[in-house]
């Protein structure tokens, strides 16, 4: 059974978000997805749809060939699909709150396993702050696209690399 979950913590005073987490559980059992992500680029404006390309193509290569059901023998997880928090509200520990809550959820769910694709220095820290741990990193300043080009070259620092991170929910 797939499911996908977002929640709201906080709402401003223009009710808009400020910050918010997408969550989606998978057990073995279902059947493969091309893609745990879908993205319309149709409704991407046209001089964006390369960046939007090269990113969902680094989230992509994170976890390729990586079988997170096989290698911790676990029947079900929950994935961190996307989480944002308004620039305003940052360092506020809005994703720290968000990723905890998380976790319940996942506990909750009867999730085994709980992971995300870190984008940044700060999502990477704050996931293993909370006991998650690097299961693969791709370094953006040696990342080729499928032409062979860097797209990511002169990243600011706090864009380091692409990373998956993973906790396992059964030791606690």
């Keep these: 059974m797939k499911r996908n ?20 559980i998978e057990s ?10 879908i993205f319309d680029f149709n409704k991407a404006a046209i001089e964006n749809r390369s960046k939007y390309q090269s990113i969902f193509d680094i989230l992509s290569k994170v976890v390729e060939n990586v079988d997170l059901f096989g290698e911790y023998k676990v029947c079900r997880i929950m994935q961190n699909v996307l989480a944002g ?23 909750a769910n009867k999730c085994d396993l709980i992971y ?6 700060f999502s990477t820290r704050a996931n293993l702050k909370l006991g998650f741990h690097k ?33 396992d ?4």
């Design 5 to 24: 979950d977002i929640h709201s913590s906080l709402i401003n005073q223009q009710n808009l978000p400020v910050c918010f987490i997408i969550n989606h």
């Design 28 to 37: 073995v059992d279902d059947p493969p997805e091309k893609s745990d992500f």
């Design 85 to 107: 928090i308004h620039p305003q509200y940052a360092n506020q520990g809005l994703f720290t709150r968000l990723k905890m809550a998380s976790i319940e959820l996942a506990r």
């Design 116 to 121: 995300s694709k870190a984008t940044s220095e």
């Design 135 to 167: 299961a693969r990193t791709i370094d953006y300043s040696t990342y080729e696209d499928d032409n062979g080009q860097r797209v990511f070259a002169g990243m600011p620092k706090i864009h380091q690399a692409c990373t998956l991170t993973v906790k």
């Design 169 to 172: 929910l059964r030791s606690l």
